[in-house]
């Protein structure tokens, strides 16, 4: 059965600097979630506090309804998987995969079949006999993912796995490596400072920001309905476009962005109150002529799957738009209207995200 994990107002300081900051916390059972953020944000703090490797300053953390706070990590039966994966060198693959058995006091014949099992769980039966040396960088990865398994962890820690990996090995490795976790549906925290990777690996996405949880939601809410400025710039490239409150009513609040007025269901603004609304390139709607925001396009470059179009509004401001290939024809200089469709913009309070 999966791990149910709770972290309940977990705080961990280095001398001035705090680095987990009161975080409370709900890891659902068989639930793969992401910690993403910029480095020093305080996730692999958070990830070293729940294997037992640091101590919270202050804070439980409990797996089941057992408290593991105190708990060294050999006793927490957790599974973890290192940015450098540590193999041990001298080792073969099956030495490496059946240490921790071995170390548990396992007998041999029931350590080593079920360390072959681990492998064959991730694609290893016929690389057994080999040392790490003579593995690729994907074939590492995936036997650091068995010595973790091997072990039949309650909870499956990876601290950026995939980021020694070139991008098209790291793609793959992604699709394996999600496929492996919903086959095996065990409850996993993964680390990363790659925000694609975490939108396409996880369930939900923390975004940290110093030793906070900034937002907490499934990769489709954090990415289409940031809570901030911060969480929309980080989760990658947006239009962050000033506006003004013109008037609230029925829970819409119609906001005056240059020189037009956009509805957004936002009941808790005010009239009057500055604001920010994000909106994604591939979002934007181009126009040659006809209602929106007026600008002027300002370059247009080839990506070869999509143009990037960057044009400078009348009222102040270079934006962008993520266009197909074949759309346009667009030419620097000529004036253009942006747009959006319903639900594909989202508004914030301007400095709401301040540190």
Not at 26 to 44: M, R
Not at 163 to 182: P, T, Y
């Amino acid at each position: 059965m999966a791990t149910n994990l709770v972290l309940e107002k977990v705080s961990r300081g280095f001398g001035q600097l705090t680095a987990v900051n009161n975080i409370d916390l709900h890891v659902q059972p068989g639930e793969f979630l992401a910690l993403l953020g910029p480095s020093g944000c305080g996730k692999t703090t958070m990830l070293r506090l729940i294997a037992g490797f640091l101590s919270p300053d202050s804070g439980r953390i409990l797996c089941d309804g057992e408290d593991i706070t105190k708990l060294p990590p050999y006793r927490r039966k957790l599974g973890v998987v290192f940015q450098n994966y540590a193999l041990f060198p001298h080792m073969t693959v099956l030495e490496n995969v059946g240490y921790g058995l071995k170390v548990a006091g396992v007998p041999r014949v029931e350590a080593t079949s079920r360390a072959r099992a681990a492998l064959a769980r991730v694609g290893l039966t016929t690389q057994d006999d080999r040392f790490p040396a003579q593995l690729s960088g994907g074939q590492q990865q995936r036997v650091a993912l068995a010595r973790a398994l091997v072990i039949e962890p309650r909870l499956l820690l990876l601290d950026e796995p995939l980021s020694a990996l070139d991008k098209s090995l790291r793609e793959e490795m992604q699709v394996e490596l999600r496929q492996l976790q919903q086959r095996l549906g065990i409850t996993t925290i993964f680390v990363t400072h790659d925000q694609e990777e975490a939108l396409t690996l996880s369930d939900r996405v923390a975004v940290m920001r110093a030793g906070r949880i900034e937002q907490l939601g499934t990769p489709r809410e954090v990415y289409d309905t940031p809570v901030n400025s911060f969480v929309a710039t980080f989760l990658g490239t947006t239009n962050l476009l000033d506006g003004t409150v013109a008037a609230v009513a029925d829970g819409v609040a119609s906001v005056r962005i240059a020189n037009a007025e956009f509805p957004f269901p936002a009941a808790s603004f005010r009239p009057g109150q500055a604001v920010q609304v994000t909106l994604r390139p591939e979002n934007v709607s181009l126009a040659s002529s006809g209602s929106g925001i007026a600008g002027t396009i300002s370059d247009v470059l080839f990506q070869g799957h999509r143009l990037i179009v960057l044009f400078e509004a009348e009222a102040g401001g270079e934006w962008r738009a993520f266009c197909p290939p074949n759309s346009g024809p667009w030419h620097k200089g000529e004036p253009v209207w942006m747009g959006w469709t319903e639900g594909a913009a989202a508004i914030i309070s301007k400095g709401d995200d301040d540190a």
